[in-house]
């Protein structure tokens, strides 16, 4: 029997009688990898939505005890990185004891790059989380991001990229740009507004590389209708004007090809998506090999 539904959750379909089931993610550090690696094998499955339980920072046999407590009133999975070999074979007795399956979520990707590089694995617990140059240089790209954002910063500043993502209002340019940074790579991004600005300054640009964001005019209308519904603003007509609109997209869209710039097409994109494909442009650009259109 399917746990009751929470407070608040909705099946995607709603059509379709969902499935819940309580997840336990046990973690020695901040609990981010396997919030991320549940989220998406729990994506894999249609109609199937995880109530999750993370337990964050547990480094003490008092804390995992409190871990088995939690799972035990709440059956399910518990998937785990745990480093420290002692809080494992807790968490695993436990398991064994309430008879509910648990999973070293890292164990067959760590195994295996064991036995190819013939290397012992290290004990240091949140090693993956050390403050290291990784880390600095993400926080670093992040402070680039807000101080460079939605058209701020000059053409000098604007060299200190490694890209800079031009396109009309609503392509996705500022979430794009901070998950970027996350990556530890150092976004900008410049809004084309009609009779304002025009993009033609960043062709005088020499380090980073230009990419246009583009969109099908009919989904830019309906992003900008609902952006305006949130806000209870009302809206100048060309902003939502689908013929406006349109010739917006298709200026844009010229001026990149007369620019020589790569485009992507964030339509029916996810952030995600998208700064995979600025990834992907990054490397060749970097590589002197730079493609037109993703």
């Keep these: 029997m399917s746990p009751a539904r929470p407070p608040g959750v909705r099946p995607s379909n709603p059509g379709r009688l969902a499935t819940y089931f309580h997840v336990h993610l046990v973690s020695d550090s901040t609990g981010e990898t396997l919030n991320a690696m549940a989220k998406a094998v729990t994506a894999r499955f249609d109609g199937v939505i995880p109530i999750e339980h993370i337990y964050a920072l547990v480094r003490s046999d008092k804390q995992m005890e409190r871990v088995l407590q939690e799972v035990a009133s709440a059956p399910g999975v518990v998937l ?48 993956q989380h050390a403050l290291d ?53 150092r976004a900008a991004n410049v809004p084309l507004v009609p009779g304002q600005e025009d993009g033609e300054r960043l062709t005088q640009l020499k380090n980073p590389l230009v990419i246009g964001l583009t969109v099908s005019p009919d989904r830019l209308v309906q992003i900008r209708r609902n952006r305006i519904d949130n806000l209870n603003a009302n809206p100048s007509s060309a902003y939502t004007d689908q013929e406006a609109v349109r010739d917006e997209t298709i200026k844009a869209r010229r001026a990149f090809e007369r620019r020589g710039w790569p485009t992507i097409d964030v339509s029916r994109r996810s952030v995600e998506e998208t700064a995979a ?7 060749e650009h970097r590589n002197h090999k730079i493609g037109t259109t993703w």
Excluded: W
């Excluded at 309430?98 to 694995?121: E, F, K, N």
């Excluded at 053409?155 to 996350?182: F, M, N």
């Excluded at 494909?277 to 490397?283: K, P, Q, R, V, Y």
């Design 133 to 185: 140059h990784d880390y600095f240089n993400r926080i670093a790209a992040l402070d680039f991001a807000m101080a460079y954002d939605d058209g701020q910063g000059s053409l000098e500043q604007l060299e200190g990229a490694d890209v800079v993502l031009c396109g009309v209002s609503r392509t996705s340019k500022t979430p794009t740009c901070i998950y970027l940074a996350h990556r530890g790579i």
């Design 277 to 283: 494909a600025i990834t992907n442009l990054l490397s």
């Design 80 to 127: 785990h990185t745990l480093v420290d070999r002692d809080l494992r074979e807790q968490l695993e007795e436990g398991c064994r004891r309430l008879d509910m399956p648990q999973i070293g979520a890292l164990d067959p990707l760590v195994g295996a790059m064991s036995r190819y590089l013939g290397a012992a694995l290290s004990t240091r617990v949140g090693a």
